[in-house]
């Protein structure tokens, strides 16, 4: 596999980034999951706008334009002969010296990486998923904003860590007085009457690219889609909860902290969203 690096393609072997990277030392650059379909790249221009996003909060220039960055995408594409694809894309400060002070760092590190898509077992799309309430909770924006598609996923890990040792693969995490945010690497959504509701950006959740996509789908449904705040009680009486993701695509939710949704098993909505989700990913991409 070749693994672009600052400017040239390299065998993944060689593709090593210094032990004096802030990305590494800090956690500090930012990054994207993107994923093709038959060659395509999907939102991709959707992903590139939040990689600036992130890089301007954090003050980080990325050394390319957005033209640029495409073409990179693309060509990680050609050379490693992909078409259905995960795609890592990922701009770091770069070495500086062992404080954090960011203007040691002379220049950014970008690279991109684009591997086979580790897809999930098929059984997790027709069960469904059991997820867990964990006692870590979700980032504040007033902290550490999760629209801040940064290297630090400790947040995360550490919720994810706690599903895990609880004998479950996925976390829900809340905000501090008690909101559904999202999981550790996906947006949850409810149908109930009619609506599909999803929680706001200002409670501390990334605006997933798969999470606009899935609103807009719904309101050509029919469907009326709300940011609201939810609890877990919402949730608890949904008639049904699923989990949006570039990776994990939709992924029905049937039970939440030993409680059924709904008839515990993927329900209606979430099938038909499914289904016109993989319908758009064969037509649309870059
Ligand atoms: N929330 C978090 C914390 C994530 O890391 C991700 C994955 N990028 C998502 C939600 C889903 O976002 P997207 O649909 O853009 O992949």
């Known amino acids: 596999m070749k693994v672009y690096l600052n400017g040239k393609f390299v065998h993944h072997s060689k593709a090593s980034v210094s032990v004096f990277d802030h990305g590494l030392l800090y956690g ?3 990054f994207e999951g993107i994923r093709s379909y038959g060659g395509r790249v999907f939102k991709l221009e959707a992903h590139i706008d939040r990689l600036f996003e992130s ?14 960055l495409i ?9 490693n002969r992909l078409r259905d694809a995960y795609i890592r894309l990922v701009v770091t400060r770069g070495v500086g010296d062992l404080g954090l002070d960011p203007r040691r760092c002379a220049r950014q590190t970008v690279f991109v990486i684009a591997d086979k898509i580790q897809l999930y077992p098929r059984s997790l799309y027709e069960r469904g ?6 006692a870590t909770q979700r980032n504040v924006p007033e902290a550490l904003n999760p629209q801040i598609k940064s290297l630090n996923y400790l947040n995360n890990i550490l919720a994810k860590i706690e599903a895990i040792n609880a004998g479950y693969e996925e976390a ?3 905000s501090p007085s008690g909101y559904v945010t ?3 690497g996906e947006n949850l959504f409810l149908v109930k009457d009619g609506a599909l509701v999803t929680p706001p950006p200002y409670i501390g959740v990334l605006r997933g690219i798969t999470r606009q996509t899935v609103m807009d789908l719904g309101r050509r449904m029919g469907l009326d889609v709300r940011e609201d705040l939810l609890t877990r009680h919402d949730c608890f009486n949904a008639e049904e909860v699923f989990l949006t993701g570039t990776a994990a695509e939709i992924v029905p939710v049937v ?15 979430t099938r038909r969203l499914q289904e016109e989700f993989r319908a ?7």
Request: hydrophobic fraction near 40%; include cysteine.
């Open 28 to 30: 500090d650059g930012v």
């Open 55 to 68: 890089a301007r909060t954090i003050m980080l220039r990325i050394p390319m334009s957005r033209a640029e």
């Open 71 to 79: 073409e990179v995408v693309k060509s990680c594409l050609r050379v």
């Open 129 to 134: 998923l059991d997820i867990v309430t964990v």
């Open 172 to 174: 829900l995490m809340l």
């Open 182 to 184: 999202e999981c550790t």
């Open 255 to 269: 039970t939440i902290d030993g409680r059924v949704i709904g008839r515990g098993r993927p329900g209606p909505v």
């Open 280 to 286: 758009l990913t064969r037509t649309e991409g870059l």
